[in-house]
C-alpha cells in the first residue's frame, strides 16, 4: 500500500471515528471503549500491505459498536431492501448492481 493509501485510510478512520463520536445513538457505545478501538484500528492499518485489508479493520472497528448490543443491523436502522450480487455480466461491464437497482427503484 502506498504512502498516499495509507493516509487516505488513516484519515477515514479519523472522520468516521469523530463521526460516530458525534451522532452514534449511544454515547457509551454499548461498553465498547471507542477510543481504545480506533487506536487498534490505526495500529492495524499503519502495518497493513493492502488498501483492502485496511479497509477491512475500519469495518470491524464499526461492526463492533453496531453489534455489540446483540442486536441486528436492522435495529440500527439499517434495513436493507434486498440483497443485490452482481452478475458476471456486471462484473464484465463494471457495473455497478446496486447503483442500478437504487436508479431503477428511485426514479
Known amino acids: ?58 469495518a470491524a472497528a464499526l461492526d463492533l459498536i453496531i453489534m455489540s448490543d446483540s442486536k441486528s443491523l436492522e435495529h440500527s436502522g439499517v434495513i436493507p431492501d434486498e440483497v443485490v450480487l452482481p452478475a458476471a455480466a456486471d462484473i464484465a461491464a463494471g457495473s455497478d448492481p446496486c447503483l442500478h437497482m437504487r436508479q431503477k427503484n428511485w426514479v
Open 1 to 58: 500500500m502506498s504512502t498516499f493509501d495509507r493516509d487516505r485510510m488513516l484519515t477515514m478512520l479519523r472522520v468516521i471515528g469523530s463521526d460516530v463520536r458525534k451522532h452514534y445513538y449511544d454515547p457509551k457505545f454499548h461498553g465498547v471503549n471507542w477510543d481504545e478501538r480506533l487506536e487498534e484500528a490505526k495500529q492495524q492499518i499503519e502495518k497493513e500491505r493492502s488498501v483492502s485489508m485496511a479497509l477491512s479493520h475500519i
